[in-house]
């Protein structure tokens, strides 16, 4: 921003075996203070979970999350949760665990037996007789395709649609606690007051005996990097088995949590995350990290942890839903830690003791010592010192605050002074020279304080962002305009940058031989001050958002801009010459709006002010590296069409569908599943058979193709990270659509044949018609003469009827006056002159008409617009016609449109000059890709009720005359609101 002013089913010791199970769950709240929030996504109800008490986690081949709840089961692709439930077949909504085999085949654990999915339909298990308990706790799927599950604590195998249970062994009926399948396929079991086993071959051999009879195993792992090492998971600790050893893991750390331990999971780091009652723990490096929601977590119980395909962390809660784990390479602070709750941080500095100050709009400045934050004590009686807007640390280590009204104040740790004459400034940034002038950016120009002067740059008077050193005694300034130059204290106006011109500069950075500007609105610009080269970045390369508030770089020379939707990291490629972007964060928590030059870099870590806090970032963090997305059709159908009065329905098509030449609307739609950054995800997609390479990288999920030709098709799509990395698979969907009869080989022989006779009878017929045509043209010419005499005579009945009676009545008046004066007789002669000169353009008019150049369309809309301009010259009324370009010559017009035309348009404007009082006339003509003219006359006079006057003569006639030349009008008009009339006519091109 810118400122511009499980419960959970185990069995146990003895007492908690007769039919009933035990709930492990004790919720309780710790309050422990922490200063900074960890990095968890955190997704529940109101993005779609289906409940928020998760069980389990698994995943499917298509890299999906199944999560059993005990209101259901959510299936969940890193965009949206599909729900499962009772309505959808499931057997009960209490789901204790589900489970995704190699076929596809998805099957649900709950508390009333088993049922799978396939094809998207749901099958229940029939229990065996006499079972009173009927839950399923854990389902799994060996190295042979045997599936397997728990149902009340025993061991059954699934053979065809029936549970046959097993005895381990042979002789041991004890229940087992849990099951798990190692690396090879192997099934490893845990039974009760005996030991650990794993199935060899239909045979049961026992690895490990359990001196301690009261061990309660409920989870078993197999460790990542050492193959020979199993991790197994009591309520109060965690035990080691290497070959027949087993051992107490860490126990002098395990000790210190106090909690039940629910779940256990190895991250890809090969560190141990533990679920308990009371939040989650992370033992890495012989150290324990308590995640709890003083820190970024929740306070719930912990019922499972699951490592992906992607190398995600996710975690399982007791009531807040779904945690993803974003890593430790960012921490995020807010008013959970301690920020007041307007957490807009303008600004970031480091004070002379190495802590770092935080300048907060509203809020004054906070202190963060690397264990706390707290606020600096400041005047109570300036308020305006509290409304920070930058904060700058020189070379004396001397914090300089800038602020939103109060202008530029010293704060030397102890006392804060202000620079006299800024009191009335707002200051946007602060940089310092090499000879320690202290240069501020306001919205009022820019200026500088020497000796505690405060001094404004050279009448400079531009609205201004910030401003950066560029030598020893030169700067530039980022304003509303670009940037400008000044050198000595004087701008040189020589300088130009034209790329930004005409952008606002919001910040600023040298880097290399590069000049470096954020823009408010373009992206990011690159000067090579060597070459002279300019390069625009954009959301089109990978910027989260085209406005860049800041830009500060860390000690690896990556450069670090803050955006209007989050981070991205700029990075210089020396072989290709050119910068690259990627984002530095997948999380949706971190797309904040960053605050201009709110950042920096200061002990391996980048600080970036937001609207809602800080956001610090490790730097040279290498980020584990993840496997590629996984790529699905999700639907394929065809849309509803009507062909020959017949409506095709809208159906949904299976792989290999044959369709018929009219069937052939098809929408596809299909979707990436890459947990880690769903948001980052395009895709590429090809219909082969008719085209011949892949689209352009796209965000869309969805494709239609309206009206595909006859053919054999295959669709196929792959989905790509925002760092390139593609999909191994790529999903695929055949298609073909048979074409019609009348495309067969058969017909178009027959068809050919057809044509060679229809030919030579067309020869024989066609003597035979020109004569006939011949005369029918002449009989067309003869009646378009006899058309034409006869609107001729029309007109000059119109026009000069009247003037000739007019003429005589005059005359005969003169007679009566010849004794009379003079002055008499020059008023009459006068009036005949009128009328005599008006005989006369009304017969130039109908010779312009008979003028066969007249039928241009050019020349007649030229007419009426020298009409119009004689018209209402010398008169108050202005007029103006739009729209005539020379294209309107290639329409040749019949007689009828170049005298018609005209004179609907001269009664129009005679109308409007006698009866309108107008002061405005406006005319303009278009035409449009069906070659229709539309012709609109505007005035804004006092208007007409237009029922009315239909009724006159006046307009009638315009109608009579618009159906003559086959056209449309349409008049509006109220009284007091001007009038609109519309004539539309169809125009034949030349020939």
């Known amino acids: 921003m810118v400122n511009i002013n499980k419960r959970y089913i185990v069995a146990g010791r003895s007492r908690v075996f007769s039919c009933s199970c035990v709930l492990l769950f004790i919720f309780f709240n710790q309050s422990v203070s922490f200063a900074q929030k960890h990095a968890f996504l955190n997704y529940g109800i109101s993005d779609g979970l289906i409940q928020s008490q998760i069980n389990t986690i698994h995943q499917g081949i298509d890299h999906t999350l199944w999560l059993a709840t005990l209101g259901g089961v959510s299936r969940f692709d890193g965009r949206e949760f599909t729900p ?15 489970y995704a085999d190699k076929k596809g085949n998805i099957w649900f654990g709950t508390q009333d037996g088993l049922a799978k999915m396939t094809d998207k339909k749901i099958y229940t298990y029939p229990t065996p007789p006499n079972l009173k308990a009927k839950f399923v706790t854990s389902i799994m799927e060996d190295g042979a395709a045997n599936m397997w599950c728990l149902l009340s604590n025993h061991l059954y195998k699934i053979i065809g649609n029936k549970l046959q249970k097993q005895l381990i062994q042979d002789t041991i009926k004890q229940p087992i606690t849990c099951l798990e399948v190692d690396k090879i396929g192997q099934l490893y079991a845990s039974v009760y007051r005996k030991g650990i086993y794993y199935l060899n071959k239909d045979k049961w051999v026992n690895v490990a005996e359990y001196k ?72 890495k490096n012989n ?49 959970s830690q301690g920020l007041p709750n307007d957490q807009d941080i303008m600004g970031i500095t480091k004070d002379k003791n190495n802590n770092i100050l935080l300048g907060i709009n509203g809020g004054g400045i906070m202190r963060y010592d690397g264990n706390k934050l707290s606020f600096i004590d400041m005047p109570k009686d300036i308020q305006s010192l509290k409304k920070v807007q930058c904060l700058y640390t020189d070379k004396k280590k001397m914090i300089w605050i800038g602020t939103e009204i109060g202008g530029i104040w010293k704060y030397d740790g102890k006392t804060f002074t202000k620079i006299l004459g800024s009191d009335q400034y707002s200051v946007n940034g602060i940089t310092e020279d090499e000879n320690g002038t202290i240069w501020v950016a306001t919205p009022l120009g820019c200026f500088y304080v020497e000796n505690n002067v405060w001094k404004r740059l050279d009448n400079f008077y531009s609205f201004s962002f910030s401003v950066m050193v560029t030598g020893k005694d030169s700067v530039i300034v980022g304003t509303y305009d670009g940037i400008a130059l000044a050198v000595n204290k004087k701008v040189v106006n020589t300088f130009k940058f034209k790329a930004v011109k005409t952008s606002a500069v919001y910040c600023m950075l040298k880097y290399k031989d590069f000049l470096i500007v954020g823009t408010d ?33 860390d000690e690896w020379g990556n450069i670090f801009a803050g955006t209007g939707r989050g981070v991205n990291i700029v990075s210089f490629d020396l072989k290709q010459d050119n910068f690259t972007i990627s984002a530095n964060n997948t999380s949706k928590n971190t797309l904040l709006e960053s605050n201009q030059n709110a950042a920096l870099y200061a002990d391996h870590k980048m600080w970036i002010g937001t609207t809602v806090g800080v956001v610090v970032y490790k730097t040279g963090v290498i980020n584990s590296i993840s496997s590629p997305p996984f790529i699905l059709i999700k639907s394929v159908r065809l849309l509803p069409e009507t062909y020959d009065n017949k409506s095709v329905p809208e159906m949904s098509l299976t792989n290999g569908a044959k369709l018929s030449y009219n069937q052939n609307h098809i929408t596809i739609s299909f979707s990436g599943v890459y ?37 054999n098709y295959v669709f196929e799509v792959k989905a790509y990270t925002a760092d390139g990395l593609a999909s191994k698979n790529t999903a695929s969907f055949s298609f073909s659509i048979t074409a019609p009869f009348y495309q067969t080989v058969t017909f178009r022989l027959l ?21 006939r045509r011949r005369e029918a043209i002449n009989k067309m010419r003869r009646d378009e003469n006899l058309k034409i005499r006869q609107q001729t005579a029309e007109d000059f009945h119109d026009e000069l009827g009247n003037k000739l009676t007019r003429i005589t009545v005059l005359s005969d008046i003169l007679d009566t006056k010849m004794d009379e004066t003079r002055t008499d007789q020059k008023k009459l002669l006068e009036q005949i002159r009128q009328n005599a000169s008006s005989l006369y353009n009304g017969t130039k008019d109908i010779l312009w008409a008979l003028d066969p150049k007249s039928d241009n369309l050019y020349e007649i809309l030229n007419h009426i617009k020298d009409f119009g301009t004689e018209l209402f010259l010398d008169t108050k009324v202005d007029f103006k016609f739009d729209g005539i370009t020379t294209s309107f010559n290639q329409f040749n017009l019949p007689m009828e449109y170049s005298r018609n035309l005209p004179m609907i348009f001269k009664e129009l404007l005679n109308n409007i000059l006698k009866h309108a009082g ?29 029922n009315e006057t239909y009724r006159g003569q006046g307009l009638k006639n315009i109608i009579n005359r618009t159906k003559r030349i086959g056209g449309e009008i349409e008049i509006a008009s109220a009284h007091g609101s001007g009038a609109t009339v519309t004539l539309k006519i169809k125009l034949n091109r030349k020939t």
């Open 84 to 98: 499962y439930s009772r309505q959808t077949g499931l057997p009960n909504n209490s789901v204790f665990t589900a």
């Open 212 to 283: 301690d009879k009261s061990l309660i195993i409920t989870k078993i792992i197999f460790d990542k990097k050492d193959t020979h090492r199993i991790y197994l998971l009591d309520d109060k600790g965690i035990y080691t088995l290497t070959g027949n050893d087993l051992q107490s893991y860490q126990p002098k750390l395990i000790s210190g949590i106090k909690s039940r331990l629910l779940s256990l999971e190895q991250d890809v780091n090969g560190d141990m995350w533990i679920g308990t009652n009371n939040g989650a723990y992370l033992l």
């Open 287 to 335: 150290e324990l990290t308590h995640f709890t929601d003083s820190n970024g977590f929740t306070n719930k119980a912990i019922t499972d942890i699951f490592n992906d395909n992607d190398n995600n962390l996710w975690l399982a809660s007791q009531g807040n839903g779904l945690y993803k784990y974003e890593g430790d390479s960012f921490l995020t602070f807010d008013k």
């Open 521 to 553: 609105d373009r992206g990011i610009f690159t000067l090579n001050n060597k070459t002279g080269l300019v390069k625009n970045y954009s959301v089109n390369d990978g910027l989260n958002s085209n406005a860049i508030y800041s830009l500060t770089t």
């Open 675 to 711: 947990l880690k950054n769903p948001q980052g995800l395009s895709y590429q997609y090809k219909l082969r058979g008719l085209d011949s390479s892949y689209s352009a990288l796209v965000k869309n999920n969805v494709v239609d193709y309206p009206s595909l030709p006859p053919g």
């Open 751 to 771: 068809a050919i044949a057809a044509l060679i006779l229809t030919g030579i009878m067309v020869e024989i017929l066609r003597h035979r018609f020109k004569a």
């Open 918 to 946: 107008a002061t405005s006339v406006h005319i303009n003509a278009t035409t449009d890709r069906r070659n229709e003219l539309c012709m609109i006359i505007t005035d804004n006079g006092s208007g007409f009720d237009a």
